[in-house]
T-cell receptor, first 118, second 112 residues
Framework: GAVVSQHPSRVICKSGTSVKIECRSL??????MFWYRQFPKQSLMLMAT?????????EQGVEKDKFLINHASLTLSTLTVTSAHPEDSSFYIC??????????????FGDGTRLSIL | SQKIEQNSEALNIQEGKTATLTCNYT??????LQWYRQDPGRGPVFLLL?????KEKRKERLKVTFDTTLKQSLFHITASQPADSATYLC???????????FGKGTSLLVTP
């Protein structure tokens, strides 16, 4: 089955640090990837849609300069949390659509990155 | 605004019983609805997708119904097992594109 690998699985760093999270589709090509954020006992909230070779589309209220997204290849999207602060601590999850599948097929999710800013 | 509501209370059931989880939505005209399972500290795992023209869908011990008039989906796990304990998420596509909106999820605990 389709596998999405997310790295790192956990990051603990000091306030002010920039953190990069990678999302890779291992056995399929993903023209579109999605980044979600999940706070404890809350729903997954869509942050942005990442399109290969073009700029990401951000949801309302998500700062594009704070959360930099790059989707330079069909198998890799990265999310960089710039100058992270404690309020950015959360569980970040990516998902990917298989470009070969129909639009109504499920997305494939990574295992998430637990980001803790001290 | 668009809303997806799931049972906010955790659901505790005994092993062997049928678990029924509810998903209600407003301000969506979905072509399909999806159910995912999420374990603590993990990403969601796809379980079932049901299309608007399908009333019911089954996969092994799982059954999903979809009533577009009531704007509701029910998710059933028959002969439940402790390994079924997890949070179950209902998801609908946003109006534009393929991105998903998720409900908060229902936490299911199956006890031996």
């Amino acid at each position: 089955g389709a596998v999405v690998s997310q790295h790192p699985s956990r990051v603990i760093c000091k306030s002010g640090t920039s953190v990069k999270i990678e999302c890779r589709s291992l056995d399929f090509q993903a023209t579109t990837m999605f980044w979600y954020r999940q706070f404890p006992k809350q729903s997954l909230m869509l942050m942005a849609t990442s399109n290969e070779g073009s700029k990401a589309t951000y949801e309302q209220g998500v700062e594009k300069d704070k959360f930099l997204i790059n989707h330079a290849s069909l198998t890799l999207s990265t999310l960089t949390v710039t100058s992270a602060h404690p309020e950015d601590s959360s569980f970040y999850i990516c998902s990917a659509r298989d470009a070969a599948e129909a639009s109504n097929q499920p997305q494939h999710f990574g295992d998430g990155t637990r980001l803790s800013i001290l | 605004s668009q809303k997806i509501e799931q049972n906010s209370e955790a659901l505790n059931i005994q092993e062997g019983k049928t678990a029924t989880l509810t998903c209600n939505y407003t301000n969506y005209s979905p072509a399909y609805l999806q159910w995912y399972r999420q374990d603590p500290g993990r990403g969601p795992v796809f379980l079932l997708l049901i299309r608007e023209n399908e009333k019911e869908k089954r996969k092994e011990r799982l059954k999903v119904t979809f009533d577009t008039t009531l704007k509701q989906s029910l998710f059933h796990i028959t002969a439940s097992q402790p390994a079924d304990s997890a949070t179950y998420l209902c998801a609908l596509a946003k109006n534009s594109g393929y991105a998903l909106n998720f409900g908060k999820g229902t936490s299911l605990l199956v006890t031996p």
